[in-house]
């Protein structure tokens, strides 16, 4: 049975959508492809020697537009975070769904990848539903064969790249040309994310937009009547010409009934019942009913990108979104603030601490002395020389174990300690400052403290 889309029934009804085309769907495409394309290459493309983006949760690396991230980096990532979540709530705000139909993965894999190669293997809805709900035969127990046998095997490539966004291209190559004994767990996870994509893309489908994901949820708190949405002129299409036939009075709406808005939606809902939680903002009902009223000689846009208030009440309309320019104007603070961490971010990162249960040293010379113990982290992408200085000129630095060059993502532990002539002491405890100079300039300073015995009176 075809979707009702009023009445909800318990049993999961097939959602058979039809083959979408029209002007929007081609904008998708120009959408789509580009970032699919994107999408596969990510991890392969190279800056200065790292992945343009990399999220490796397990070693704690993390490689954007070619620059490597440390745990160190932590507050940096936060705020590109920050500017992703309001990019997608000031779009939700504007613009509505259109993230979800447009950009989401989700949606660009299952509508220009799956559901093609569905279409082309069995047939458009019509075609598929007579198919499945006709008596079995070896023709087309052979198309899903060979139709899940597709969709397994994308499903695996799919789970390879999305694995080499977390482990690295070169990981994932030993895991693939290694006995699957020497990389047992990365096996493992690959056959198990290939299961997840496709039980996703061929059975799940428009649950995942539906049901699943909480964005479709919180859309509804985030729109106001201002909001441009994918909406039926509601004006304009009623009374349905269907409708008029039967009532035989009263002024006659564009709308003819014909349905096409529901057979080509994606999530099997029907525009005209007003603003849904599962519309997706696909625009695939805006290129059907263009098309429906180019042939009956009526103007498109009978569905459309409309705000809510000018298709219910044009009077009062108003242009002007104020929760826009606010978003917006958060947006551009965030980015300005990112901007600037990433220009003042340190090519190298130290942790410094005193030695554990040490205390002051008390030289015969009446020089005061503490030990330090110094953890750095090259940052900067190529072999970094450096030197430890004080900042402070009254203390003088002597390194235990002398490091003074750190290899390309190099990390090493270091001790040094830090010497005071006792007379120059004011307190028990007092703040100081260590900086490594790398190049003849100061590329980053660390503070500690340093504690010594007053000099006796």
Known sequence: MEKTNNQPTEKREWIYAKKPKGRYYTYRQWVGYPLLLFLFAGPFIKINGYPFLMFNILERKFSIFGTLFYPQDLYIFVFGMLIVMVC???????????????????????????????????????????????????????????????????????????????????????????PVSAHFAGFTAILLFTLIFYAVFAHVREMVCTTICPYGRLQGVLLDDQSITVAYDVKRGEPRRMKKRMEQQGT???????????????????????????????????????????????????????????????????????????????????????????????????????????????????????????????????????????????????????????????AATLSFFLFMDRKEVEQYKQNVKVKIVSAGQSVHVMKTTFIAPLPPK
């Open 88 to 178: 997608v709530v000031l779009f939700t705000v504007v613009y509505g769904r259109v993230w979800c139909g447009w950009t989401c993965p989700q949606t660009i894999f299952m509508e220009l990848l799956f559901r093609r190669i569905e279409y082309w293997i069995e047939g458009d809805w019509q075609q598929q539903k007579k198919s499945n709900e006709g008596p079995d035969s070896d023709a087309r127990a052979w198309k899903k064969f060979i139709k899940h046998g597709i969709f397994l095997a994308l499903s695996f490539f799919i789970s390879n790249i999305f694995l080499a966004y977390i482990i690295g291209v070169e990981s994932l190559q030993e895991i693939i040309f290694d």
């Open 252 to 410: 006659v709406g564009d709308c003819v009934d014909c349905k096409l808005c529901v057979h080509v939606c994606p999530t099997g809902i029907d525009i005209r019942n007003g603003l849904q939680m599962e519309c997706v903002s696909c625009t695939a009902c805006i290129d059907a009913c263009d098309a429906v009223m180019v042939k009956i000689g009526k103007p498109a846009g009978l569905i459309g990108f409309y705000p809510t208030a000018k298709v219910l009440n044009k009077d009062g309309y108003r242009k002007r979104n104020f929760r826009a320019v606010a978003y917006s104007t958060v947006l551009c603070v965030l980015i300005a603030v990112f901007a600037l961490l990433l220009f003042n971010r340190s090519a190298i990162d130290g942790r410094l601490l005193r030695a554990n249960g040490s205390s002051y040293l008390l030289k015969d010379d009446d020089t005061v002395g503490n030990l330090y113990t110094l953890e750095l982290v090259n940052k900067s992408g190529k072999e970094m020389v450096f030197v430890l200085e004080s900042v402070d000129a009254r203390y003088t630095l002597q390194q235990v174990n002398p490091i003074h060059s750190l290899k390309k993502d190099g």
